[in-house]
């Protein structure tokens, strides 16, 4: 890297490139490429639809990473499975290539990547934790377990532990061995539920389909620095218990307040 101790990047997510607005064409969304590095943190679009990988290329074209983190969206019409796979085959036909001015596709599922020497990313979908108060009303209404196929509350909740539990070995991994590495965690939900959604939606019953209360765990600390996600249509970037959270998404309709496809972040 140019400098070994800014890492520079651009966070998108809930680009919704499959949803119509107005006489914009589905599947094409132009931004400024401000930095080295791009995350695209989910909801970008569906991967039953070719469209998302060409508007993939294109970026690779701009950026010398493209990290991607699958959302609850991408896999719409299909299963988690077929829209992992259909991913990771894009991921390995994208290694790279500088000579041609193509950049890397690198996909977060579960997945740790090291920046440099001193900073990691992991980065997984890390579905949330559901309120058992409202699974009835989550069951039938949560728009996942109608439009994923063989989804349903109980896999929603065993993907859940999975998440945490990979989040928590790792970042704990590098605390207790890795001395002077510092942790970004890149997911689609949120990680924490102050501030990171539209207050208007605080205490209704389909809240826990879109955050958990993650800031109280052991593996909130030190090493990690920063928690970039997306999935609840709402920007923002504060600190919470010594960790910066961050959001920039577009969201649907006209887009959330406070979105910015230009900003960066720097690391």
Known sequence: MA????????????????????????????????APN???????????????FDWLDNQ??????????????EPYATSIDESTARLQDFARQ????????????ILLTRT??????????????????????ALDVLSGTLADFKRIKS????????????????????ITRIREHESGR?????THHAPTIQGTSDPKYQGEPRSSAFATELSAKAFWSKPLVL?????????????????????????SGQGSPGFDSAKVVEI
Not at 112 to 133: A, E, F, K, Q
Request: glycine share 8%; net charge negative.
């Open 112 to 133: 740790r990547y090291d920046v440099s020497s001193t900073l990691t990313i992991l980065g997984c979908t890390l579905w949330s934790s559901l309120d058992p108060s």
């Open 227 to 251: 928690w970039g996600f997306g999935h609840t249509h709402w920007s923002c970037d504060f600190e919470r218990n010594g960790v910066r959270v961050y959001s920039n998404q577009r969201g």
């Open 151 to 170: 989804f349903d509350v109980s896999t929603f909740s065993a993907v859940h532990k999975a998440d945490i539990s990979w989040l928590s070995d790792n």
């Open 38 to 52: 791009l995350a695209l943190l989910g909801d970008i679009g569906w991967t039953r639809d070719n469209r998302l």
């Open 94 to 105: 994208r290694p790279g290539d500088p000579s041609r001015s193509l950049g890397t596709f």
């Open 182 to 186: 510092r942790v970004m965690v890149l």
């Open 3 to 34: 400098s070994e101790e800014r890492f520079r990047l651009q966070l998108l997510s809930d680009l919704h490139l499959e949803i119509q607005r107005g006489d914009s064409p589905l599947y094409e969304y132009n931004f400024p490429a401000n």
């Open 60 to 73: 690779l074209m701009r950026f010398e990473r493209v990290f991607f983190i699958p959302g609850n969206n």
